[in-house]
């Protein structure tokens, strides 16, 4: 009996159907990027390579993609990368998974660095850094730029520092490992974060990509999600020159309760910036 063909086509149709049935919201899509990973080619490689059978490693490797992803592992770990500001990061369990929403955050301060008054050489603080995909879009954009990027977690930081030397710019960026500010690294024209803010009891809601597999005290905000905020808020002043801007990414209805603290700290001009969304996304403020 001839065997049977297990072609690019036929691979994916398989898998689109097994992931739909398995619930996953995007069958083809994850299909064909997992598969494109596998064999090396990008998705336009895959339509011109339709009827070419698998060889049975690749199908070994393809069905362990399979399975790791049914068990609901995120892509992103699976391929061992993500892609943000459209460079590539590396990144595993030991770090979250940067969200495209963050990318705002960087435009966000892109827009104020363009301000003449801030002075130069352009100091910027990132408290938690994660895998150093703001440091690192930010110190590419900004070729004057020098970065602090601070992590509790050693294991984020030495993502973050390969992903820096990878991009080049790991000269111009020094991660310090600690408890959000870096002593004696001040002052800095702006200090940036995209904190954990979700509600601890909200973290077991999650989709089981996100509680299962990403680093909880990444997304742990505390009780009520504002723990960092109002850390971060207090600790600012103290770290920036006069005129320089704090920039927080929030979550979803958080930015009520995160202009009442900044504004309990002292800061006055807070503005907030929505994402495409809609969603009140990004909040900034300046030091008087
Ligand atoms: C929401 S993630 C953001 C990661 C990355 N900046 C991004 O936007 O994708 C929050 C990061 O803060 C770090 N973190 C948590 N507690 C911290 C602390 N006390 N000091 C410094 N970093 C902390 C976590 O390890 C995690 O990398």
Redesign the pocket.
Known sequence: MAQERWTVLKVLKWTTEHFQEKGMENPRLEAEVLLAHLLGVDRVGLYLNYDKPLKEEERKAYREMIQRRTAREPVAYILGYKEFWSLRFKVGPE??I??PE?EHLVEETLRLAAQEHLSLPLRIL??????G??AVALAKELKEAHIVA????PH?LSLAKENAQAHGVGERIKFVQ???FPPGEAPFCLIIS???YIITEDLFQLAPEVKDYE?L???DGGGNGLR?FREIAQGSSGYLIKGGWLLLEMGEGQAPKVTNILEEVGFTHIELVPDYAGVKRVIRTQRE
């Open positions: 770090c979250l940067p969200r963050t990132e408290i938690g850094t994660g895998c995909a703001m601070t992590d509790i977690s984020a600690g408890d959000l995209n904190p954990p680093p005290d990444a997304l960092f």
